[in-house]
């Protein structure tokens, strides 16, 4: 599954306006996921990641799911992806 399916996923969600999903790497782990959400009202975070476990594996459900106001991008609407990596370490 890639990120963008994952990202798929999260916009099932109503309350998501934005998503972005990135890997981080940690010592002793494989790649874990790490969801950066704009919601509608970041209230909703535990029960988007209720919503994530009945829709995704296990293993795909994102490690931190972390709300924010904006997802970072370029004038041409591309997702600053190293931006995030540096937030979700």
Do not use: H, Q, S
């Not at 009945?54 to 190293?82: C, E, M, N, S, W």
């Amino acid at each position: 599954m890639t990120p963008r399916e994952i990202e798929d996923v999260f916009y099932e969600y109503a309350e998501v306006l934005d998503v972005a999903v990135v890997g981080i790497n940690e010592p002793l782990a494989t790649e874990n996921a790490v969801a950066f959400v704009v919601l509608k009202d970041k209230a909703y975070v535990e029960k988007l990641l209720e919503f994530c476990r009945t829709k995704l594996p296990p293993r795909y459900i994102p490690k931190k799911i972390i709300p924010v106001d904006f997802i970072p991008k370029t004038k041409t609407g591309k997702v600053l992806f190293g931006e995030l990596k540096e937030k979700a370490i």
